[in-house]
């Protein structure tokens, strides 16, 4: 790109190239969750084009728990599928958590080989949907 000035008045070398990259990196911040700002705190696990409430069983007693405080992650979305597609407005992931892996659950709810998705963890509208964690493929191990 030629060294300039661009139609709008900006400046098109390198300096305003960085510019440009310096606003919208701040833009970017300022919009993502406080957790995902946090370098080295959240993971991605997948993503999916699927709608998040299809990831697993809506289970409602652990819903119930999760809205009381009383099952829920230990760190908010610490590993996390993002969902994309027109099914998923708003907030478009879950937090992810197991027996033995980020999950508090002082009411001992939690059962071996399932995984726990949370959707909106630490609100009012809390959701739980649960799933099985897959056959190990064979020959693995």
């Not at 119930?64 to 405080?69: D, F, I, N, T, V």
């Not at 907030?91 to 995984?115: C, F, H, V, W």
Request: charge should be positive; charged fraction near 20%.
């Amino acid at each position: 790109m030629a060294h300039g000035r661009h139609r709008w008045g900006r400046e098109t070398g390198p300096a305003g190239l960085a510019g440009l990259v310096v606003a919208a990196g701040l833009l970017l911040s300022a919009t993502l969750p406080a957790e995902a700002r946090e370098a080295g705190k959240t993971r991605q696990y997948g993503i999916a084009i699927a709608p998040f409430w299809e990831v697993g069983e809506p289970d409602p007693e652990l819903t119930r728990l999760c809205r009381k405080g009383l099952f829920n992650q230990r760190a908010n979305n610490s590993l996390y599928i993002g969902y994309l597609g027109k099914q998923n407005p708003g907030r478009g992931y879950t937090g992810i958590a197991k027996r033995g892996y980020n999950l508090s659950d002082p009411t001992g709810q939690a059962e071996p080989n399932m995984t726990y998705h949370f959707f909106n963890d630490g609100y009012s509208n809390c959701k739980v949907y649960v799933a099985p964690d897959p056959d190990p493929e064979p020959g693995a191990r």
